[in-house]
Nanobody, 130 residues
């Protein structure tokens, strides 16, 4: 199982970025994928996720209405579209998948089950600054 993020960069407040997560070794029918971020000096937090069991997505309150998750099964890609970016969105963004598939809805991993995400990418830096 491997995951590789890309698409990070610097953007002005109010701007948009689309992050990509290229994955291998599994399908989205088998494993949920989550997006997490870690800002300088802060703990890693859950942002958004795709739930494999029913195809649903979930977003943390801090990004709800601004971020969306989508997938391309043909390319083994998951995307995080980020709109109306704020300086507080500045962080390294990671995609990750379950160590053991199906333990919980993906939202559970965002809030209390981060340790159950067994596979992580290296992260991509997003900087929101004027």
């Amino acid at each position: 199982v491997q995951l590789v993020e890309s698409g990070g960069g610097m953007v002005h407040p109010g701007g948009s970025l689309r992050l990509s997560c290229a994955f291998s070794g599994f399908t989205l029918d088998e494993r949920s994928i989550g997006w997490f971020r870690q800002a300088p000096g802060k703990e890693r937090e859950g942002v958004s996720c795709f739930n494999s069991a029913d195809g649903s997505t979930y977003h943390a309150d801090s990004v709800k209405g601004r971020f969306t998750v989508s997938r391309d099964n043909t390319k083994n890609m998951v995307y995080l579209q980020m709109n109306s970016l704020k300086p507080e969105d500045t962080a390294v963004y990671y995609c990750a998948t379950e160590g053991t598939p199906g333990l919980t809805h993906c939202s559970g991993y965002l809030y209390y089950g981060m340790d159950f995400m067994g596979y992580w990418g290296e992260g991509t830096l997003v900087t929101v600054s004027s």
